[in-house]
């Protein structure tokens, strides 16, 4: 898997967009960009993917540069409950021989 | 539809003892992985199963884990006899076999040894 390097920590005021970039400077072709989180206590939790277009879904929205080299994980209006540690992840889109290989990631703090 | 389960949600054991941890995918998930996360450190990757076959083991600390999926629905991971560095948090994660799609993880279970 590429590896990705994120910020180790960032605060954003509740009701904001929260806005967490991810490097992923030596992703191939054929890797999609993942996005999980992991709120205290609770196991990870699947966010969103993509590979180059932009997407969007209940959660959040990711966003990824034209040359696919770094992407922003987008929390629109970020609520305490999204005080977690979220984990940028590039790999080939899962497969029979597919494993998640988490990094250190980026603990997000909400402030009320 | 019911998620990944995972039993105990604590256990609590003394050094040299035996611990079983269970984890009950979602279900028609051929799937499942298990994962650690000790205090401090990045969650690791530890096995998959593909049914009831270890596809990759890679992850295994030593041989006092095993773990086993008989008939390819749930799986146990046992730790015998436990070191106090097993100490953590252990994730189950179940997913399809269609590519594309994500894991789903249970809740984990905290294992402490004293």
């Known amino acids: 898997d590429a590896k990705t390097t994120q910020p180790t920590s960032m605060d954003c005021a509740e009701g904001r967009a929260a806005n967490l970039p991810c490097n992923h400077s030596?992703?191939?072709?054929?890797?999609?960009v993942y996005w999980y989180r992991q709120i205290h206590s609770q196991g990870p939790q699947y966010i969103i993917h993509g590979l180059k277009n932009n997407e969007t879904n209940e959660m959040a929205s990711l966003i990824i540069t034209e040359d696919r080299k770094s992407s922003t994980l987008i929390l629109p209006h970020a609520t305490l409950r999204d005080t977690a540690v979220y984990y940028c992840?590039?790999?080939?889109?899962?497969?029979?021989?597919?494993?998640?290989?988490f990094g250190k990631g980026t603990r997000l703090h909400i402030l009320p | 539809e019911a998620g990944v389960t995972q039993f105990p949600s604590h256990s609590v054991i003394e050094k040299g003892q035996t611990v079983t941890l269970r984890c009950d995918p979602i279900?028609?998930?051929?799937?499942l992985y298990w994962y650690r996360r000790v205090m401090g450190k990045e969650i690791k990757f530890l096995l998959h199963?593909?049914?009831?076959?270890?596809?990759?083991e890679s992850g295994m600390p030593n041989n006092r884990f095993l773990a086993e999926r008989t008939g390819g629905t749930y799986s146990t991971l046992k730790v015998q006899p436990a070191e106090l560095e097993d100490s953590g948090v252990y994730f189950c994660a179940s997913r399809p076999s269609r590519d594309g799609t994500e894991a789903f993880f249970g809740q984990g279970t905290r294992l402490t040894v004293v």
């Open positions: 199963f593909v049914k009831e076959s270890k596809q990759d």
């Open positions: 030596t992703i191939s072709g054929n890797e999609y």
């Open positions: 992840i590039v790999r080939v889109i899962m497969n029979r021989d597919d494993k998640i290989i």
């Open positions: 279900s028609g998930h051929d799937n």
